[in-house]
C-alpha cells in the first residue's frame, strides 16, 4: 500500500455509496433451504402418489370410487405445488402467502382424503396418516417463519 494514500473509510464523503435499489436480494439459503427442499420432495410425492394407482391397476378394485377422488385433490395440489414452486424458486413477492396457502392446501387435502376413507369404509394407509402429520408439522413450524422473517421479506421481491 502506497504510504501517501490514505485507505477510504466507509462513511468518507469522497467515496460514494452504492444505491440501495441495485441491491440483489439475498439468495435461497440459511433456513430457506429447508422448505426449498420440502416443496421438492412434496411435489415428487404427489406426482407419485398418482403415477403409482395408475400403475398398478389392482388398487382400482380395493379403493373404488375414492382413488377417483384422490388423483382429483392430487392433481389440484400438484398444480399448487408447481405454482409455489415457481414463486419460491423465482423469489417472487407472493411467494410467501403462495407457500403458506400451499401448506394449508396440503394439510387440508390430507385430512379430506382420510375423512373420505372413512366415510367410505376404506382402509387409511401408514403413509396417508404419515402424509398428514408431516404435512401438520411442516405447516405449524414454516408459517409463522414465512409471516415473520426478516430473511424472507428481503428474499422474495421479485415482482
Known amino acids: ?27 435461497i439459503g440459511g433456513w430457506l433451504v429447508v422448505p426449498a427442499v420440502g416443496l421438492v420432495v ?13 400403475v398398478n391397476r389392482g388398487r382400482y378394485a380395493e379403493q373404488g370410487g375414492i382413488l377417483l377422488v384422490d388423483l382429483v385433490v392430487s392433481a389440484g395440489v400438484i398444480l ?28 387440508g387435502a390430507q385430512a379430506a382424503l382420510i375423512g373420505l376413507s372413512f366415510m367410505l369404509s376404506a382402509g387409511v ?17 414454516w408459517v409463522p417463519y414465512f409471516l415473520v422473517s426478516r430473511r424472507v421479506k428481503r428474499t422474495f421481491v421479485n415482482p
Not at 125 to 141: C, D, E, K, P, Q
Open 1 to 27: 500500500m502506497d504510504p501517501k494514500v490514505e485507505p477510504a473509510l466507509p462513511n468518507d464523503p469522497q467515496v460514494p455509496a452504492a444505491p440501495r435499489d441495485t441491491a440483489v436480494p439475498p439468495a
Open 125 to 141: 394407509s401408514a403413509t396417508a396418516w404419515g402424509s398428514l402429520l408431516a404435512g401438520a408439522a411442516f405447516a405449524v413450524v
Open 42 to 54: 412434496a411435489l415428487v410425492e404427489t406426482v407419485a402418489g398418482v403415477v403409482i394407482p395408475l
Open 80 to 107: 399448487w405445488l408447481l405454482l409455489a414452486a415457481f414463486r419460491f424458486f423465482a423469489r417472487k413477492s407472493r411467494a410467501p402467502e403462495t407457500m403458506i396457502a400451499v401448506m394449508i392446501t396440503y394439510v
